[in-house]
C-alpha cells in the first residue's frame, strides 16, 4: 500500500521559535520543548535546526529522549528532563549530561545518593497537582541544601492556554512567594504563559507546542502538511452504504474516494463522519467510519479527481481538524504515525 506524505517544515519551526523569543525581554532565553519526539515531528532534526538558530537549552521529558537529541546536539547545549531523576536513571543522565528536575524529597535523595556531583534543576508544584516539589517538602530542602545551587527552577501552568483564568495569577503568585531570596535563575512559561505577558516570563521561556505551529500562538506558521494517496473511487447508487457499521449511506448516485491512512496513523475513529479532506482547495467530507488503514471520502461533487488529497494542509490546521475530532492540536501531531513517508523542507 503506498503511504501518505508528512511534509515537516524546519523554517516554519525556526521562524516560529524566533517570533515566540521576540515575545520576551532580550535578558530571558528562549528554550525549546523537543519532548515525545518534538510532538512526534522527529526530534533529531528538529533540535539539531534549532540549536543552529540559536536555542542553547533544551526540554525533554524522559533521560532516554535526552540521550535521542545529545547525539546530535554534542556536549553544548543544557537539557532538563520534566519527569527528574527516576529509579535506575542515574547513569544515563550522568553519561549524556542531562539535567534532571527533581521533582520531589524522594528523588532528591536519589541524586545525592548517586550522583551528588552531577547538576540538577527543580520543579516546583504551584496548583497543577501533577510533578514538582509541594511547598512543604520545599521548605525543608532549601534549608538542608541552601549550599548547592540548582541550575533552574520551573514551575508549570494549568491553565496558560486561557487568558482569563483565575488560576494563572495564583500560580504566578505562589511561585514567586516560593522562589522569594532564592538567587537561581527561574522558568514558569510554556507557550500559553509567554502569551500572558512579562510577568510570567522570568529567566527563561519554554515553549513547546508554538513551535509546531499550533494554539495558543495563533500567530505560528503552520509547520506540517500531509497528503494522502487516492487508492481507489467506487461509483455507489442510493441506499448504498459505505464503511464499517454502514453508517454512511448515498442519498443520490455517489462517488467515494478510498484514501491511504488511518486510525493507524493517527487519524483518529473520532473524525469519522465529521471532518474533511481537501482537493486542491475543495473540502471532501470524510464518509462513514475511519477504518484502520483507510479513509474513505465523498468526492461526488469534484469534477475531477486528484491522485493525492491533504489532511492537513493552510485550510485545516492542526487546531482546525482536531475540534473535528474533540481533542487538542498536541494530540492530533503526537498520534501522526510511522507509516507516513516523512518528507523535511528547509533544512
Ligand atoms: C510540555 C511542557 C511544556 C511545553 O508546553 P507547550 O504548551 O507545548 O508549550 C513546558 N513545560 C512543561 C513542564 C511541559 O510538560
Known sequence: MSNGTLTIDLDAIKLNWQALNKMSADTVE??????????????????????????????????????????????????????????????????????????????????????????FGLQLDTGMNRLGFERADFSEFIELY?????????????????????????????FLEMTSGLDCPLSLSATGG??????????????????YGGLPFREANSVVKLSLPVIQTRALAPEETVGYGATWIAHRPSLIATLSAGYADGLIRAMSGRAVVYAGGEPCPIAGRVSMDLLTVDVTHLTNIPDRMEILCDLQTIDQ????????????????????????TNF
Open 146 to 174: 541552601s549550599e548547592k545551587k540548582p541550575e533552574l527552577i520551573i514551575s508549570h501552568l494549568a491553565c496558560a492556554d486561557d487568558k482569563a483564568h483565575v488560576q494563572n495569577a495564583s500560580q504566578l503568585k505562589a
Open 30 to 119: 528562549t528554550a525549546a520543548v523537543v519532548k515525545a519526539n518534538a510532538y512526534g515531528l522527529g526530534d533529531k532534526k528538529i533540535a539539531t535546526k534549532l540549536a543552529a538558530a540559536g536555542v542553547r537549552t533544551f526540554f525533554v521529558a524522559s533521560a532516554e529522549e535526552g540521550q535521542s537529541i545529545r547525539e546530535v546536539l554534542g556536549q553544548g547545549p543544557k537539557i532538563f528532563v520534566f519527569s527528574g531523576h527516576m529509579a535506575g536513571k542515574s547513569s544515563i543522565l550522568e553519561q549524556n549530561n542531562l539535567i534532571p528536575l527533581l521533582n520531589s524529597p524522594e528523588q532528591n535523595i536519589r541524586h545525592r545518593e548517586t550522583i551528588p556531583k552531577h547538576p
Open 321 to 344: 481538524l482536531s475540534d473535528e475530532a474533540g481533542t487538542i492540536g498536541y494530540e492530533i501531531l503526537t498520534s501522526l504515525g510511522n507509516r507516513y513517508q516523512r518528507d523535511y
Open 194 to 211: 509567554i502569551l500572558l505577558g512579562e510577568k510570567y516570563h522570568f529567566d527563561l521561556c519554554r515553549p513547546g507546542i508554538g513551535l
